[in-house]
Structures are given as structure tokens and as C-alpha cells.
């Protein structure tokens, strides 16, 4: 008898949901991607009806649902947390208190109304940091690993560490709020004038510019840190736990004034900022894993949760150990809690099984949906696009390869949409990484912002120890590793370029040529990296490798397929779109190509409306 169980996290920060049948993952995507709305926390109807329909399944034959978290449990942490700090916590329990009476007190009523009276399985719950692990473990590729789970908060538990053996995970120890790790990030990026549970990964992309002058009063003051890897906060620096901000009146007298206001002109001192947090947060990673490694002793590390996203800390960890090897959840926020609470039911509830794969089991994060040649023929008629349909695909690829060599920029949509925040090779942006001038067209051009940040590239997986500082064939499939650009691929500074490097203007920096491949290289030689490989990527390696042959160069900027503040594209239908509205030069849905210039005027006249649409991320 077949066995069905979908995951669902929900009502936070990031809604999905994933379906395990029979202990394989069938599907897997976020609720943002449907409904087009950047971090989508709602009941996830969307994500829930697409797993359903790739698993040619109605409610009616799901036999569990499970929800990532334990929504009373968490509710008392609210109380506990009101309590603690009454009356000075009113406010903030106030603006809470509506969305918990509406909704998440009643989680089980939302759940089952929205999957209609036809479902009569059964409704489980599961916890949220083990979802987390379980999100870790259950679909690495080893047999027994240590885990460790950092995010701001669950029910109580921050962070995690433990184990995972065969089919089991136990967790031997957790940290609670409120002291956290995502929670003291999430601080500084909210003083530094990002956007908390968003742009975390601003702050950890500014780090470079900066040096870590404040590592010793954030040891000194903020944290107290211990041998193994855990912490207490004093709690008179911060503010989560009572007002609406994350930072006290007293963190702001410390660092010398208020928040920056966002979108302000970034200071050295949001610099040194972003390298000081990111050193002690670093700091905290590697005593962790130091200490979960003395406990465990095995040589394989999972992690997950959202600091697990922190792909600088996560290099580190790579390269100065203990571990062998580390695999991280691509989906490591809370969207990945929908997978690991599916995969806890087959494996803890059920007991059944588990047979780790050499590679993992998560089908490189490809788990959304796909579209044929015949739907996107039909789409683009329908809207009358202009297009080639290139049926041989070593023919296309020699296309668009060459398309790449003159510099131009390429919608790339191929296969099933990725499940996690990063574009992977299904629904990216791709370019030349040789251009100088790379970084700045993809910015201005097609995301309509400025950045600071280099792009992302993606490495053939046999030349990953060429290009960079990592052992040859060492994996980093879903782009969560940072590692140095090696010397052989890096440029000397001139004299003029040194100078340039001391421009308080950062975009001014980021366009000095670091390296051969400068759209990919850091200002300090670091590159966040994604090797690729023909079992995982398919086609987007046959890309690759045309590319190569065409130019000797195995690397590609790969950034995901949206414009600022929007959710990574979906449908062909979303590509298209976004292709007109900016100056992306080329788009390939699958095997039909199609060129900006070739369009007729006047389509998608509604390109404004649509970039006004989408908030600052
Ligand atoms: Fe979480």
C-alpha cells in the first residue's frame, strides 16, 4: 500500500509545502512563487494543489499531514515571553495577539478547511527544530551525521545539535530564547537598515568592505559566548522581546547613534558592522560544530535552519573542519520545514526505512513544477511572441552559448522550478562572467537596483578546484559555500584600481576587476559558489560545457530569474514577462528561444505597473 504525507509550514515566514510518497520526496515548492508575493506566509492552497497534482493525487488519498511546527507551544512562548517582561511588552503583544486569535490558534481548523472535507487522514505535528534536522538529515547522502540546526526561534528552541543514524535523528541538546543566533543577526541587520528575515544576506555580502573593529564589543557585551558554541544574550541590548524593534536604546548608544535608515547611504560603519557580526557569528558556527563533533564523532556535519543560509560561516566550516563533509538544506529556512516534518512521519512515525543516496535525495532542489513545449508554444502564440522553436538541443545550446559569448544576458528556464531561495539553473539569469561590465548590466538593467554585491557563479564540477580554493570534485550543488577565487585566476591591482578600491561609493568597488571571471569575485577574492554536474543539472551542464568549449571558460554568472522584491519566476508566463519588462536579450523557455530585438513593439506595455508592483526587498 502506497503512502502519502504532505508537509506543510506555514503562517511565519515562508509557506510551502512538500509531498513524500513512500519516503520519496514527489514535490516541494513555496507559496511566493504562486501568488507572487515575496516571502508568502499564508495557508499554502497553491504549493498544496501543485504537490497534489505531480502526485496525480486528491486529498482524499493522503494518508498524513503534518505541520512543521507545534503551534501551542509556541503560543505559550508568547505568553511566557509577555509575562516575563510585563507590562513593558503590551505593544507588541498586542499587534500579535489578532493574528494568533484569527489563525493560529486554530492551525488544525485552517489546515483541514483548506483541504476540504475530502481529506480523512491524520493531522500531526511536529517540532520545529526537529523539522529542521530532519530537513537536514533525511535527504543527505550519509548514513550517520551530526546535526546542527541555527535559526532565530521555534517553539523555544533557537538552535539545535544532535545526531541523525539510519533512519533516526535525535537531538541532545537546544538553546532557547531568547537567546539566538538568527535573532542577534537579525539585529544587526535591522541597525545596519536592511530588512529583517530578508536581507540578511545584504549584510552578510557587505561584510567584505568592512573590517570587524566591533567583533570584541559585541564578545564583551552582547554575548556571552561558550566553549561550546552556546550563548546567553543580554537581553537590556535588545528589544525583540517586548517592543517592535529588534534593537534597544541601549545597543544604539553602544554603536554610537541610531538605526540607518534604509536605502541611506551605507558608512563605513554599517561596514565594520558587517564584518564584526559576521566574525562572531562565524565564531559561533565553529565552536558549534567543534563541540557536536567531540559529542558524535563522525565525520559528516548537516545543517540547516536559517542561519544555515550563511554561506560565508558555512565555508569556513568547510574548509578549517572538523568535519569531512558538510551538506546543507537548500531550503534551510522555515520553507524546509514542510519537507523535514513530511519525512519525520515516514521515518519516526511509521519507522520505516531510509537508504541515503551518493549524491542526496533532493534531485538538486528541483521539486516545482515543469512546463512542456507544447504549453509554452501555446502561451507565446497566444500572446504573440516571436520565436524559434530549436527542437535539436545540441543546436540550441550552441545558440544560446554563443548568445552568451557576445555578452548578452539570458533568461534561462528549463525543467522544474527549484524549492529553496536560490536559483539553481531551472529558472535563472545567466551571463558572461569574463565581462567587466557584467555586475553592472544585471543590475541596472534587469533587477533595477544597485548592488554591492558580486553575482553568484556557476562552475562546471570538474573544475571547482581550478577556479577556487576547494578539493577537486568537492560539491556545492545548491550555492551555499563561499570559498576564495585562487591566485591564478586573480588580477593585480594597478595603482588607479587601488585607489579606486578606496571610493566610499561600494558599487564603485565592486566594478574593479578582482579576478578573470570579475561579475563572480567579491572585493576580498570570495565567491558564493555552485558547481554543476551532469546527474543533478542535465542541461544546464550540456550549457555549461558548450560554453566552455566555446570560450575555455567553465564559469557562468548564474542569478535567480525575478527583479527586485519579486519572487523567483514560476511559469512561462511570469519568464515572459519579466523578460519584456527589462533588458534581459535573450529567453529560453525549454526549446524555444526568443530574442528582445525580435519582439514586436508594443507588447507588455504594462512593463512599469509591473516593476512598481514588487516592495523593496
Ligand atoms: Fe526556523
Redesign the pocket.
Known sequence: MTTHILGISAFYHDAAAALVRDGNIVAAAQEERFTRRKHDPSYPRNAIAYCLDEGGISAAELDYVVFYEKPLVKFERLLETYRAFAPQGFESFRKAFPLWAQYKLHIPREIRAGLGSNFRGQLCFSD??ES?AASAFFPSPFEEAAILTL????EWSTSSIGVGRGNHITLTYEMRFPHSLGMLYSAFTYYTGFKVNSGEYKLMGLAPYGQPVYAEVIADKLVDLRDDGSFSLDMSYFNYCHGLTMTSEKFHRLFGGPPRLPESFLTQKEMDLAASIQVVCEEVVLRAARHVHRLTGTGHLVLA??VALNCVANGRLLREGPFDRVWVQPAA??AG?ALGAALLVWHHLLGKSRYPQAQDSLQGAFLGPAFSNGEIGLFLDAVGARYEYISDERQLLDRVACVLGQEKVVGWFHGRMEYGPRALGARSIIGDARSPQMQQTMNLKIKFRESFRPFAPCVLHEFVDNVFEMRPNEESPYMLFVAPVRATWRLPLSPENGKRMQDPDLRVRVSVPRSKVPAITHVDYSARIQTVDPERHGRFYRLMEHFYELTGCPIIVNTSFNIRGEPIVCTPEDAYRCFMATDIDCLVLENYLLMKEAQPPGLLQDAEAYKSQFSLD
Open positions: 520545529h527544530h529542521h535559526d532565530a526561534v521555534g535552519g536559517g529556512g522555515d520545514g
